[in-house]
């Protein structure tokens, strides 16, 4: 199914793919095929984006610091696709409410930067209310989406959990864990708890690795 425009909370459109992409998304909504030739898109398609995109809000572009290419850590090379178990995980600290992790051979500059919010999200996802489950897997398909459209930077609204009890909240471990190690890890670069003025300790922003096909559209 191809990406398509959406109006989120911000009132601005956010376009979702190239033009091709965008022209072929019209075409099979009004019930003619694309250039490819796929069917015309259904309903139950249509109800499914809506149900995955649910609480994405793209942010305002800003002032950012940008993500120089020395800085970034490519995947080792593979001759065939890794099970979650053989995927490296992200080397976590974790010190009261603030968590940090990063993938082996990221510049400690570049989390220090991702922890003072010198590179803004580029989009977020609301995740209060949500189950664990439900958050573990909204938050991997947001990361794997995010990776497509060739983001760097998103933003993670967990919540402080201030009525989880003495144990503190629940969904901050649950996704760090999950984002941590398994299939996700491949596409993270570092994570950290934000600053303030993206949620403090209610919140996680997550570097994702370069999407090279992503940037050359």
């Known amino acids: 199914m191809g990406w398509s425009i959406r109006r989120y909370a911000t009132g601005s459109p956010v376009w979702l793919g190239n033009s091709r992409t965008r022209f072929d998304v019209a075409s099979r909504r009004n019930g ?5 030739g796929r069917p015309a898109e259904t309903e139950d398609e249509r109800r499914f984006f809506e149900k995955e995109m649910r609480g ?10 940008a993500v120089p290419d020395g800085d970034d850590v490519p995947e080792p090379a593979r001759s065939r ?19 940090s992790g990063a993938a082996f051979g990221v ?4 989390l220090r930067d991702l922890a003072a919010g010198r590179i803004p999200p580029e989009a977020e996802l609301d995740l209060h209310h ?14 794997e989406q ?14 402080r959990g201030q009525h989880s009890g003495p144990c503190g909240p629940v969904l901050r471990p ?10 996700s890890a491949r596409h993270l670069l570092a994570l950290s708890t934000a600053p303030p003025r993206y949620g403090g300790s209610g919140a996680l922003l997550v570097l994702l690795r370069r999407n ?6």
């Not at 994405?56 to 800003?62: C, D, H, I, Q, S």
């Not at 995010?146 to 919540?159: E, K, P």
């Not at 090279?212 to 559209?217: E, G, M, S, W």
Request: net charge positive.
């Open 32 to 36: 003619v095929p694309d250039s490819r």
């Open 56 to 65: 994405v809000r793209p942010l305002p572009p800003g002032p950012r610091r």
């Open 81 to 99: 696709p890794r099970s979650p178990d053989q995927i490296p995980p992200l080397r976590m600290a974790i010190e009261g409410d603030v968590v």
């Open 107 to 110: 510049n400690r500059d570049l």
């Open 130 to 143: 949500a189950s664990a489950d439900s958050a573990v897997h909204r938050a991997r398909r947001f990361i």
């Open 146 to 159: 995010s990776v497509a459209l060739g983001r760097r930077c998103v933003l993670l609204i967990h919540g």
């Open 174 to 183: 649950v996704l760090v864990e999950a984002l941590g190690q398994g299939p």
């Open 212 to 217: 090279q096909k992503a940037n050359q559209k």
